[in-house]
């Protein structure tokens, strides 16, 4: 009986040991995990400020996010990340809620944060009426979505318009179908267009964004609407002149991937 005893002990006190080992390995997972630079999993230390606004010093990308740093006007810069978007230099920007890390550090950047804040997303100031620009799909929320493909527009696909604008005359001029037939060979080139603004969707990401038809391409296809970004303004049913540079399979996320637009445009004419 002594002996049963002392075998119950030692099976305790080996059980109590096994469990305390299983918590230091969770708890060495965990750790592992908050720095390997894999956002989604950090676990925060403290909310976030109520309010956290400045201009953006600088960017950086990783793992789908945007790193920011913003001087809030104090002489401090607050660093941040919010889901992957577009965002300059330069911008006055407020952040989305969010929470605090200390001393995160990040495999992918290679480099350790003092404090960082993981926030939801951020807004544009300046800009009546700013989409968050941490969600693509939040931003383009406010355009009539067409039932049917996402080629080239990402489900904003305007319908066929009845016109017939004629090409260019550049030396890089394209119609709007030769874009999308050539947008393999056209990627990271300038180009000019010519076409008649069917829809004009304003502040998104910073951007203006046109959709331009000439008549060409395909409406089975989705290949007769192209998107354009530019800081310019056009009016709808404007026809224009644009130069800009071509991206092809631009993927946005949230579901937004563009075969082809053309980006960062000015209006020549």
């Given at each position: 009986?002594?002996?049963?005893?002392?075998?119950?002990?030692?099976?305790?006190?080996?059980?109590?040991?096994?469990?305390?080992?299983?918590?230091?390995?969770?708890?060495?997972?965990?750790?592992?995990?908050s720095?390997?630079?894999?956002?989604?999993?950090?676990?925060?230390?403290?909310a976030?400020?109520?309010?956290?606004?400045?201009?953006?010093?600088?960017?950086?990308?990783?793992?789908?996010?945007?790193?920011?740093?913003?001087?809030?006007?104090?002489?401090?810069?607050?660093?941040?990340?919010?889901?992957?978007?577009?965002?300059?230099?330069?911008?006055?920007?407020?952040?989305?809620?969010?929470?605090?890390?200390?001393?995160?550090?990040?495999?992918?950047?290679?480099?350790?944060?003092?404090?960082?804040?993981?926030?939801?997303?951020?807004?544009?100031?300046?800009?009546?009426?700013?989409?968050?620009?941490?969600s693509?799909?939040?931003?383009v929320?406010?355009?009539?979505?067409?039932?049917?493909?996402?080629?080239?527009?990402?489900?904003?696909?305007?319908?066929?318009?009845p016109?017939?604008?004629?090409?260019?005359?550049?030396?890089?001029?394209?119609?709007?179908?030769?874009?999308?037939?050539?947008?393999?060979?056209?990627?990271?080139?300038?180009?000019?267009?010519?076409?008649?603004?069917?829809?004009?969707?304003?502040?998104?990401?910073?951007?203006?964004?046109?959709?331009?038809?000439?008549?060409?391409?395909?409406?089975?296809?989705?290949?007769?609407?192209?998107?354009?970004?530019?800081?310019?303004?056009?009016?709808?049913?404007?026809?224009?002149?644009?130069?800009?540079?071509?991206?092809?399979?631009?993927?946005?996320?949230?579901?937004?991937?563009?075969?082809?637009?053309?980006?960062?445009?000015?209006?020549?004419?």
């Open positions: 009986m002594k002996m049963r005893k002392i075998c119950c002990f030692l099976s305790g006190l080996a059980l109590l040991f096994g469990l305390s080992a299983c918590g230091n390995d969770h708890e060495a997972s965990t750790e592992s995990t720095a390997s630079g894999s956002m989604a999993e950090a676990p925060a230390s403290s976030a400020p109520g309010v956290v606004k400045g201009k953006v010093l600088e960017t950086m990308e990783a793992s789908g996010y945007t790193y920011v740093s913003l001087d809030d006007g104090s002489g401090n810069v607050v660093w941040a990340a919010v889901p992957k978007t577009v965002v300059e230099v330069g911008e006055e920007v407020t952040l989305q809620g969010g929470a605090v890390m200390s001393n995160f550090s990040s495999k992918t950047l290679n480099r350790t944060f003092d404090s960082i804040i993981f926030a939801s997303g951020l807004l544009r100031d300046g800009a009546a009426g700013a989409a968050p620009g941490g693509f799909a939040s931003a929320s406010g355009e009539e979505m067409t039932a049917g493909g996402s080629s080239g527009s990402a489900g904003n696909v305007v319908e066929f318009a016109v017939k604008v004629e090409k260019a005359t550049a030396a890089n001029a394209q119609t709007v179908a030769d874009v999308f037939t050539n947008a393999a060979d056209l990627a990271t080139k300038k180009i000019t267009v010519r076409g008649k603004v069917v829809k004009v969707s304003k502040n998104i990401m910073g951007k203006n964004w046109l959709h331009l038809q000439d008549g060409t391409g395909d409406p089975a296809q989705n290949t007769h609407d192209l998107v354009v970004t530019t800081a310019e303004t056009a009016e709808k049913d404007a026809t224009v002149t644009i130069e800009g540079t071509v991206a092809a399979n631009k993927d946005f996320g949230a579901g937004y991937k563009y075969d082809v637009i053309v980006e960062d445009a000015v209006i020549v004419q």
